[in-house]
């Protein structure tokens, strides 16, 4: 686990300071982001692991990655969870939805049985239990909430799914 030293107590004063949520979530998002962009450490197994797991959408299995980088399974997820905070099959997973998502975007008509194979879900009820788990509605549901977003000209972010209040 790395730590923010100095920087994390003049992070909370800045929060502290602002009223709305909204403005502490922009500038959380802004040091987050800072923060990736300059890290240069880590070890290389869990930057190769990653880019591994991004470039195959979430596809990659644990123990085909730890093969790749030369560790053994036990090993690599022990380094992957410290430095990421997550073991590599949830990163995968994530990553893994984030892409059907996209691909979800890119259609009107969408057969949610063959984007799940096409995404790599074993079938179309892993696909469904990953959007119960990560955007806590059903797919439809989902299409159906980013729709009206985007017919109502809403500027969403990549990956996130704005909740009416």
Known sequence: MISWGPPSSELRERLCELKES????????????????????????VRTALDVV?????RARTRDIARAVGLSQRRLITLFSNEVGQTPKMFGRIRRFQHAIARSRRTTAIDWA??????????QSHLIRDFAEFASVSPDAYRRHHCLLDSAGAHTKRHHLPIAH
């Open 114 to 123: 063959q984007l799940a194979a096409e995404c790599g879900y074993f079938d």
């Open 22 to 45: 909204t403005s502490k979530f922009r500038l959380l998002e802004a040091a987050l982001l800072q923060r990736l962009a300059t890290y240069r450490g880590g070890h290389s197994a």
């Open 54 to 58: 991004r470039r195959s959408d979430g």
